[in-house]
């Protein structure tokens, strides 16, 4: 019986996800899932992120999911973008209806949206949120094993960004194993390293977004088209 | 319909740690449930505090909670004391069912038995597996807003463990706010300030886990009583 509620949960979500795929298409907007652990770095992240995008003349905006609290929107609004939390009451995860709820008061779709989820390596990855990119940020601080451990948050990413460069100095982190146990769950899978603290990696991160925007915008069908970025995006 | 099945779930599951809890007190053995984010150092403190508590002639064992890989157990094994891995496959979190299953695997209790759960400072807050004891462990590279933002994990716990302290000088870290956000929740928080690199703040640790077994022992009824440690001690 909860086997079936779950996968009754779960297909609700991918209809609702998909839908939000085909709306982010027709906005020509890239939608991008941040997971991580609590506390890898994804708010510092964004803080970056988002003054680089907008030098290239391109809208961010935010969803910021948290259990608790509405700090995380109040540093990205700070940052520049406009950012509409969802909190969660103890949920684990952002889901797509959560997201739908946002972009109504979000209003007009952005250039770029970030939708930052709950910190947590587990579940997030379970729930699609119509997303063109998933990026899953793994700090230095964590370890080098944290691939193998949560394979499943690693096997749905299109990149992942290794955060807290500035602290491998003073932590047992084997780059090469944590990239090794990455890729053997998803040998597709982009890798970055950045540190928040000095701006290291934050360029080509930047780059790689607009890279991944301007291509899935050359090669998309029209607008009308219900292929997600990814469908066709090689 | 979802909802229902949840407290089902839940309540399924009290009825199970309520028995386990009986059995704990019944066999004087002092069960401490370990929490915190993917990386905060669970394993780590393990390491350090297995030989401690052995060298007060004390027997400890370990049920070991991961998503996937049995590396974790290999770890306590090296340390000195007997570990079973449960390996969730996805789920994300231990429940009372799963911490049964490896107390048969187990044999005879030990005096002190630590349960790792899943790296997530979310659900396995609402999953009692009849401790006696809640650590939850807090990194310092984490940063002191996470009690605010994950607050059911503190709220339910005993004591926070304050980890990584040698990484304090390189992080923004206020350890005066991540106590007092902790508290905010939990008035009655004992707190740790530890270090695994160099060993800082273990003894202390150690002394409170032998203190609370010693009152617990002291102040419980006669083996057949059903009260938990943490029904009868101060």
């Known amino acids: 019986m909860r086997i079936v509620v779950v996968k009754r949960v779960l297909g609700d979500n991918e209809r609702r996800a998909a839908r939000l795929r085909q709306r982010f298409a027709a906005g020509r907007c890239l939608a991008v ?27 961010v905006a935010v969803i910021e999911g948290d259990i608790a609290t509405t700090r995380d929107a109040e540093r990205i609004e700070k940052a520049g973008a406009p950012a509409v939390q969802v909190t969660t009451r103890g949920v ?44 899953v940020v793994l700090s230095v601080p964590e370890g080098d094993d944290k691939p193998d451990k949560y394979p499943a948050a690693f096997a749905g990413a299109s990149a992942v960004v290794i955060n807290k460069l500035d602290l491998a100095a003073y932590c047992k982190f084997n780059k090469a194993r944590a990239v090794l146990a990455a890729r053997s769950v998803n040998p597709a899978l982009a890798v970055f390293e950045t540190s928040c603290a000095d701006g290291f990696g934050l360029r080509e991160l930047a780059e790689w977004l607009l890279a991944r925007r301007a291509s899935a915008l050359a090669l998309r069908r029209p607008a009308a088209s219900t292929g997600s970025f990814r469908d066709v995006a090689p």
Do not use: Q, W, Y
């Open 33 to 59: 899932n941040l997971l991580g652990s609590p506390g890898a770095g994804k708010t510092a992240l964004l803080e970056r992120l988002i003054p680089m995008l907008r030098r290239r003349r391109l809208s």
């Open 92 to 135: 684990c995860h952002l889901d797509a209806a959560m997201v739908g709820a946002a972009l109504r008061k979000l209003g007009r779709l952005p250039d770029v949206l970030f939708i930052e989820n709950v910190g947590n390596l587990v579940c997030p990855a379970a729930f699609a949120l119509g997303e063109s990119e998933r990026l």
